[in-house]
């Protein structure tokens, strides 16, 4: 066995091996520091005699930003939307003409809900006081406004006030219109539809297209800035609101104008409109039916005698009724025919002078309501397209 013979030297080489693992392992450690530091922060939850290196951030420069062509994408948008309008122009063509007969139909029902009354009231004509009053009113005018009164109040009180019928007309007006409404509301959706799939950065240059919700607020903001269009197109004489699209006000004012169109058609005489006519007019014009019914006994009352003049004149009455709902619905022929007449010459006459004159009487015929309703409902289909297109384009070339 070897034998040392300086003890000494053991001694120095244990701490020279001791201070090399020392040195490596300390370099080793900060090593693992320093990569532990810059991939992820360390928790210190206690002190430390390791000294902090902070790495230094590394600079990375963002993506450049996607230049987007709003003009580009403003286009696209329109292409897309003239498309939908146009397929929505001819439906709703079809259902607007569907649906002003199902919402006139409504003033067929309420005749017929009260001709139960016109015995009643053909016996007060014949009776023994409303043959004298008659008697009477064919001598002086002022017994002819007492008749008139008194035929007045017995067919109010027996067979319905005028103002019933005009609030009939007038919700058929109104109900027209929510249904309108109704299906525009679901265009709005499926035109927003078609123009998020049909560009992705649509939402980004017109934030309106986010939502159905802001779609349809920006539209009717849109829409209530083309009201002039309702008093010209529609020719109304009081606009207070269109992002509703003046149900009250509409079917107020078209109301109004039919049943006045219609008391005139039906021949109402002077004498009879004389009798509190301005207090009838305020209300639906005239004092319709009442009117009609023994204005029209003025012309033949001597007649109304025998045993069955109460069926006689229960039958003019029915028969009466009946003319007044179809001139409600569908105008006076004669108003039709020379307003076709002026339209053609409004198109096709060579005269400036003479187109200009029979556009002007075209539309005076047309705001007389002598048209009838069913034509100022399809027309009401025809102006709103008007604005609703409109609004559209606004909504898409604005941001």
């Not at 693992?21 to 990569?35: E, L, P």
């Not at 008093?231 to 004489?237: A, E, G, H, K």
């Not at 025809?382 to 297109?389: D, E, G, Q």
């Amino acid at each position: 066995m070897f034998a040392v013979k300086k003890p000494w030297l053991y001694f120095v080489v244990l701490i020279a091996v001791v201070a090399v693992a020392f040195v490596v392992r300390h370099t080793t450690r900060r090593q693992t520091v320093v990569a532990v530091h810059v991939l992820a922060p360390i928790d210190q939850t206690g002190p430390s005699t390791d000294p902090v290196i902070t790495p230094t951030a590394l600079e990375i420069a963002p993506p450049p930003r996607r230049v987007i062509d709003k003009a580009a994408v403003r286009r696209k948008a329109m292409t897309t939307a003239s498309q939908r309008l146009d397929e929505a122009e001819v439906e709703f063509a079809r259902a607007a003409e569907k649906a002003a007969d199902k919402h006139l139909a409504a003033i067929d029902a309420f005749i017929a809900s009260r001709e139960g009354g016109i015995p009643a009231f053909a016996d007060r004509l014949v009776g023994l006081r409303g043959k004298w009053l008659f008697v009477k009113a064919r001598v002086s005018s002022e017994a002819k406004q007492k008749y008139a009164a008194y035929m007045n109040d017995e067919f109010q009180r027996l067979v319905f006030k005028p103002e019933e019928l005009a609030e009939v007309v007038n919700k058929a007006v109104a109900s027209y219109l929510a249904e309108l409404a109704g299906l525009e509301n679901d265009l709005l959706v499926k035109l927003r539809a078609d123009l998020s799939d049909a560009d992705t950065d649509l939402q980004e240059v017109i934030p309106a297209t986010q939502s159905n919700d802001a779609f349809k607020a920006r539209f009717d903001q849109a829409a209530a800035q083309l009201k002039e269009i309702v008093s010209r197109d529609l020719q109304l004489d009081v606009v207070r609101e269109v992002a509703s699209f003046l149900a009250a006000d509409i079917a107020a004012q078209v109301g109004l104008r039919v049943m006045t169109a219609v008391a005139a058609k039906l021949g109402v005489s002077s004498g009879i409109l004389a009798t509190g006519a301005a207090s009838s007019v305020a209300t639906f014009g005239v004092g319709l039916a009442a009117c009609i019914a023994f204005d029209y006994l003025f012309d033949w009352g001597l007649k109304i005698v025998g045993k069955d003049a109460k069926t006689r004149v229960s039958k003019r009455i029915q028969e009466t009724l009946a003319g007044v709902v179809d001139t409600i619905k569908h105008g006076s022929p004669e108003a039709h025919k020379e307003w076709k007449r002026l339209t053609d010459l409004a198109e096709k006459d060579l005269d400036s002078a003479v187109r200009e004159k029979a556009t002007q009487d075209a539309a005076a015929i047309a705001k007389s309501g002598s048209l009838g309703l069913r034509r100022e409902l399809i027309h009401l289909n025809t102006v709103r397209s008007a604005i609703r297109n409109q609004a559209i384009e606004r909504i898409l070339q604005s941001n």
